[in-house]
């Protein structure tokens, strides 16, 4: 979708939609968030919803590398100690990788 | 347990699609790999890693050459090539330290060294009877080792994978390929392409068994992958007056001796376990000493009952054994722990010194006078045999679970007096030539199978004297002891077939039809195997019960169908008996079989260690051990080119990527001076 054919008030209401969608344990609406809508809320001149288009990209953005930040966290723990907590680890598992501890 | 890929050769049009595979790798078919086991707190065995193992050949020509693949060779990883006589243990572990260099092993069968035992000095000490509580002193092999020439090579971990190969074509391929390709040439470098080989036994389970169980039953994906599965079989058992074989439980004023001896073996490499004198003698003794008995027993039969018990998987921890103990402890089978009174087990007895036999005794159950004085009666009726010394302890034998439940009086017959004789005890190289098995070189094999030899009659002076002993025993007729002998003919016919060729006339006499495919023209395997779910027994089993079967047994006149279902005859019952229906001789004149039905009181009892039926993974009173599974196992060579060449060519590639990238950037942007056109609609479509 082409957003230089929106009008200014659509632009706000799909960048609040996204911006609201990522609540739902859906970080990748902020990243979709914040990759479209930086030209409109950084690069264009000035319009009256572009502040509130700015609130929304910087606020998704900040969600989004929080979520990086929990999701690598957890993720290093994980691989590195699956294997030492034993039975907890395999309860853990989805898919448990056959001949490794 | 697993599915062989096998390459099927197409012959029309995919012939192109094979081909070039087949030219580059020759595949390797008859390898016997190195599996990983596991139990409560180990696993042993070898891994190889997921896509295989590749290493550069390197024949070892000593101990010393070692440091060729350790640290000297230029090129590693290496597969060693070692000839049976430096498959020991210092060499392996040699190896075992440097798996970054040594990507893998592979053993050619060649000579037997003088001795070797890749088996624990003191076989499964942990679950006879002799723990720290029954007798301190007596407990870890303390006063005797039994097995002193043990290396402990089959109980070690590997992780890089370990193979091997008989002496045969296709190891002639894989020497040819390292003369032409892999040889120092005055000790200068070698030259790219090397020969090398590519092994791949990636398995399953790891850790030990609680783990891979729980894995095994815990995978939520669509098609769970089995992990790991128990070990297990099947015992023979057979009572000379049969019980009615639903009626489980104590039975009154009923007493019965045992007499045991044990079925498997295991090697280094477990599918090529041979165990000659490990187990063959033993069980080999006791069907002959059944047959003498059959006899006088079915004319004037003893006040006490004989059940002839032959266990399997006592190498892992006593399986048979402690299963037998288990159910008679919890009333699921036909007898119980009261109705015993005594035992008599055979252990190695065919590698004698002279004619030497000892009768090995518990010392600790012994301090008991009615015990004691039970024992001394026995021993009296193995009157050559000689004592042990009083304070040695009994060597690795099913006995001992019996011991752990009650303390029965009981006997184990052997050929050794302190350690045992057997200097190949579960290795590979325990078969017919270490039992002295010769037969004259002019015989055909049915001359072979009728040949008496030396061995035979050796053992049959054992089994007459255990068949004796029994009858004594159990309370039989004295004036009918001397008739009791067994047959030397019977005797060397079941070594040939058990150590031999399991493929001949008598082995095919006494079989079923639908089981004739189990008999080869080599000798059965004595690995227990894994405990299969189906009501299905491995070879070893099968040939065990038909044979005690037919030794034990009455042919009856009964037809195929009624054989099938003798319950609707008035004299045949079921609950008693099995009936069998086996093939029989070829009459001299024809070539139709005279098959018939034999009416037998021989069961399989169902082997499988009591600890996977109550769920105790972690258990040290049963044994918990457990076959890793794997998806393929395969070996093969091939030539391999040097990493130098293969970056180059790597990068080559990758550059000649970006040189294409940036021609077609540059066409692209000077495209209208390169394909400078009059017409319009060209440039339009941009």
């Keep these: 979708m082409n957003l230089e054919r929106l009008p200014n008030e659509e632009k706000l209401t799909l960048c609040r939609k996204y911006y609201f969608g990522g609540f739902a344990f859906l970080p990748f609406l902020w990243l979709v968030n914040v990759v479209w809508f930086f030209k409109e809320a950084f690069v264009e001149p000035t319009y009256t919803e572009q502040l509130q288009i700015k609130t929304y990209v910087k606020r998704s953005g900040l969600g989004f590398l929080l979520w990086v930040a929990v999701l690598t966290t957890w993720i290093t723990i994980f691989q590195h100690f699956r294997a030492e907590w034993g039975e907890v680890g395999d309860y853990l598992s989805f898919t448990i990788p056959l001949g490794i501890p | ?686």
């Design chain 2, 1 to 686: 347990e697993a599915a062989y890929g096998q390459e099927m050769n197409i012959q029309f049009s995919d012939v192109s699609c094979n081909s070039v595979a087949q030219k580059i790798y020759v595949e390797l078919n008859n390898t016997v790999p190195c599996v990983r086991l596991l139990n409560a707190t180990h696993q042993i065995g070898c891994q190889s890693s997921i896509s295989g193992d590749t290493g550069v050949i390197h024949v070892l020509e000593s101990e010393a050459d070692l440091e060729w693949p350790l640290s000297k060779g230029p090129n590693p990883p290496y597969m060693v090539l070692l000839e049976s006589s430096l498959f020991t243990k210092s060499i392996m572990m040699k190896m075992k330290n440097a798996s970054s260099r040594v990507a893998g092993v592979v053993v050619v069968q060649k000579t037997s060294p003088p001795e070797f035992s890749p088996h624990t000095t003191c076989p499964n000490e942990n679950t006879g009877v002799y723990t720290e509580t029954y007798d301190h002193n007596l407990a870890h092999c303390n006063t005797t080792v039994w097995n002193p020439r043990g290396n402990g090579l089959s109980y070690e971990e590997f992780d890089s994978p370990v193979f091997s190969l008989k002496e045969d074509n296709e190891t002639e391929v894989i020497k040819q390929c390292y003369f032409d390709h892999n040889r120092v040439v005055n000790g200068s470098g070698l030259q790219y392409p090397l020969c090398a080989m590519q092994l791949f036994s990636h398995m399953h389970a790891v850790t030990d068994t609680a783990t891979c169980m729980r894995r095994s039953s815990m995978d939520f994906s669509t098609s769970p992958v089995m992990v790991c599965d128990p070990l297990g079989g099947y015992n023979v058992c057979a009572f000379i007056r049969p019980y009615n074989s639903t009626a489980f439980g104590h039975k009154e004023n009923e007493s019965v001796v045992i007499a045991a001896a044990r079925l498997d073996s295991r090697a280094f490499f477990l599918e090529d376990s041979t165990g000659a004198e490990g187990s063959v003698s033993g069980f080999v003794t006791l069907l002959a000493a059944a047959q003498a008995l059959r006899e006088a027993t079915q004319e004037a039969p003893p006040t006490r009952n004989i059940l002839f018990a032959f266990f399997h998987g006592e190498v892992f921890d006593y399986i048979g054994s402690s299963r037998m103990v288990y159910d008679m402890k919890n009333n699921m089978f036909v007898i119980d722990l009261d109705n015993v009174h005594s035992i008599l087990e055979i252990g190695q007895v065919a590698v004698r010194s002279g004619t030497n036999l000892f009768l090995h005794s518990d010392p600790v159950s012994r301090r008991n006078n009615t015990v004691h004085d039970e024992v001394g009666v026995k021993c009296f009726y193995l009157w050559h045999a000689s004592l042990t010394d009083f304070s040695q302890p009994l060597p690795p034998s099913s006995f001992q679970r019996l011991l752990r439940a009650r303390a029965i009086p009981g006997i184990v017959l052997a050929d050794h007096q302190t350690d045992i004789n057997n200097r190949y005890y579960e290795s590979f190289y325990d078969n017919a030539a270490h039992l002295n098995l010769t037969y004259p070189s002019n015989l055909s094999p049915e001359e072979q199978l009728e040949f008496v030899t030396d061995t035979a009659k050796s053992l049959t002076e054992v089994a007459t004297a255990v068949a004796r002993a029994l009858f004594k025993q159990a309370g039989g007729n004295n004036s009918q002891v001397n008739k009791i002998n067994a047959d030397p003919k019977t005797v060397t016919q079941m070594l040939y077939g058990f150590l031999v060729r399991s493929n001949n006339s008598w082995f095919q006499a006494v079989m079923a039809p639908e089981l004739k495919d189990i008999l080869q023209p080599n000798p059965p395997q004595y690995y227990v195997g894994v405990a299969k779910s189906s009501h299905q027994a491995n070879a070893l089993t099968y040939l065990v019960q038909y044979l005690l079967a037919n030794l034990t047994g009455t042919a009856t006149n009964l037809t195929q169908s009624q054989c099938k279902k003798p319950d609707e005859l008035p004299n045949e019952s079921t609950y008693l008996y099995s009936y069998l229906w086996v093939q029989g001789v070829v009459p001299p004149n024809s070539t139709q079989r005279e098959s018939f039905c034999v009416r037998t009181a021989v069961r399989l009892v169902k082997a499988v260690s009591p600890a996977f039926d109550l769920g105790d993974y972690i258990s040290k009173e049963y044994s918990t051990w457990t076959k890793s599974q794997w998806k393929f196992i395969k070996a093969r060579i091939f030539l391999v080119a040097s990493r130098d060449l293969e970056m180059l060519t790597l990068g080559v590639g990758v550059a000649v990527l970006f040189t294409s990238l940036l021609v077609t950037y540059f066409v692209r942007t000077k495209a209208d001076v390169l394909f400078s056109s009059v017409r319009e609609p060209n440039n339009a479509a941009y």
